[in-house]
């Protein structure tokens, strides 16, 4: 393999696409901070962002250096799930996945650090960045592995959907609100209706190297119906939100997606979960699920604030 095709692998293998939520869920938050008044400080954004960015591509090569036994167990991987491939096809070392989360994730204390040079008074968001850090790092690494613990989905879904847009709020504002809070606990449970939907196809293969997802520890049909009852959560949190100083139009904006949260429901009500040939699809909604979700409260919160 040439310099290049190794270049491009090694880029392969942090799968950059994903890393569009993290700007999404970091950038709410910091808009959800200049809507209550506070003003916008864009060096703190960026070193703020740089951050982020950096912990959740460390997670990416965390994940597929220490997934490696389940995915190479997986024999039904769709574009979703079961890891970049890049290692179990052989295209690089499997150490290149370590060296690259250690580098990058160098990178995330050096921003934090820099927040804190520049303006003490963020010493809590700089500590929240570092638990951002160890948790997304003890995913999968040692010595927690807490996805093989039947945690990965809680803790995913409070450090992706929860911590990211606190920590974009706390940067701009220097002070709490449950604001961010009740913006984000949609997504939250959105997020975990999509960690176990892409997770059926890897049943098989976690279950045979001790890889405890929910699809594992509940099996495929109470796992089911959790991700029913999560986007059914969701979507109640959102209407309850306008109550809790959510601008209606961020709620009007997710409840538009309703429809399609109602065909997810249906889909795995009459057991597309256990039918391979649906898993890419289920994969894909859950994804634009969550992702629509995103888009919706950054449009309403960005509308509202005019």
């Avoid at 490696?68 to 979703?80: F, I, M, Q, S, V």
């Avoid at 491939?85 to 921003?111: N, Y």
């Avoid at 809790?244 to 538009?256: C, D, K, N, T, W």
Wanted: charged share 15%.
């Amino acid at each position: 393999m040439n310099a290049v095709a190794r270049a491009v692998a090694v880029v392969r293998l942090g799968r950059p696409i994903f890393l569009l939520g993290g700007f999404a869920l970091y950038g709410l938050g910091a808009l959800a901070a200049v809507r209550r008044g506070y003003r916008f400080d864009g060096v703190a954004f960026a070193l703020g962002q740089l951050a982020v960015s950096s912990i959740q591509l460390m997670t990416h090569y965390c994940n597929d250096y220490y997934d490696y036994d389940a995915d190479k167990a997986n024999h039904t991987p769709t574009r979703w799930s079961g890891g970049s491939r890049v290692l179990v096809e052989h295209e690089l070392p499997r150490g290149v996945a370590l060296r690259a989360a250690l580098l990058v994730g160098a990178i995330a204390p050096l921003a934090a650090c820099a927040l804190l040079a520049r303006s003490p008074e963020r010493a809590g968001v700089v500590a929240l960045l570092f638990v951002m850090q160890a948790l997304a790092w003890s995913h999968a690494g040692p010595p927690l592995r807490l996805h093989s613990r039947g945690l990965g989905e809680p803790v995913t879904a409070l450090v992706v959907p929860l911590f990211t847009p606190l920590a974009g709020f706390l940067l701009q504002s220097q002070r709490f609100e449950l604001f961010p809070i009740t913006l984000s606990a949609p997504l939250v449970f959105l997020q975990i209706a999509m960690l176990v939907t892409i997770e059926f196809p890897d049943y098989a293969g976690d279950r045979s190297v001790g890889k405890l997802s929910w699809v594992v520890l509940l099996g495929p049909e109470r796992a089911a119906r959790v991700v029913q009852a999560s986007i059914v959560l969701a979507f109640l949190l959102a209407a309850a939100g306008t109550r809790l100083e959510v601008p209606p139009r961020v709620a009007l904006g997710f409840l538009a997606l309703s429809p399609l949260a109602a065909v997810q429901c249906f889909r795995l009500q009459r057991g597309d979960h256990r039918r391979e040939f649906a898993w890419e699809s289920l994969a894909f909604t859950s994804v634009a699920l969550f992702f629509l979700g995103m888009l919706a409260e950054l449009a309403g919160l960005a509308s509202s604030a005019k």
